[in-house]
């Protein structure tokens, strides 16, 4: 019996390490794709934003609008228990080519979109990540646990909402798409999408990208995590006390009454 997603990993501690590798394009650009925001800004307040792209697409077909992160790899550490006592690492497992977000939007469910849209929704990438296992329990669909896991985050999505399309304009149709970012998207460059599918066939495509970097408070402590590591942790320790003695404080003060 395979353990559940949430049970498998929980028994791995997961560092992540991006390669600086490109993302695949769509092929044959068809028509210039307007995204806006073009950069995303996370500072002290931010919770997510929602992109809007907008572009147009041959009369009839269905769009189909995907924001994909830098494809990267994943470290992994499996724990189990050894003798039934002791958690140890059981085993390692590194996952290659797995995007740091997969975002999908259509403008009808993806399964009314034939076969042609299968190589554009989330399922292929369970296809496309590479997975080298030394140990622990062979029998784990990694990449579908970790398909399940990243969907629990937020930063893999797919479904039929937030595409409209308006009147013909010369054998063309506009379309407005809204989707998402979520709240733990990280910094770097992110691409989008846009796919047109009629009659089981890509019929046009064409992408852009945007950005998303740190402002303010958070940017400060990014980097003073990693140019000035010593006094980083200095604070970090402060803090760490200060917080201990506040809240002692507020228990001692209830238990008194």
Known sequence: MRPTVSVFFKR???TALLAAVPCLAAAGP??????TPASIVMDAQYSGVDLTVTGSVPT????????????GELHLREKGKVFGLLWMNVGKVTLSNVPSVCLIAASRPLAQLGPVAASFRLDALTKAIGVEQQGGDQSVDIPH????????????????EGI???PEQGGMQPFTARVGMPSSLKPGTYQVEAIALRDNAVVGSTSATITAALAGFP???SELAYQKSALYGVMATVIAIVSGLAIGLVFQSKGAH
């Open 219 to 221: 940017k400060w402590l």
């Open 145 to 160: 646990e970790l398909l399940l896991l990243k969907s629990r985050e937020g930063l893999y999505r797919e479904g039929a």
């Open 12 to 14: 791995l501690a997961l």
């Open 30 to 35: 068809a028509n210039t794709l307007n995204v």
């Open 164 to 166: 409209s399309l308006g």
């Open 60 to 71: 009839g077909a269905d769009v189909l609008v995907r924001v994909t992160g830098t494809p």
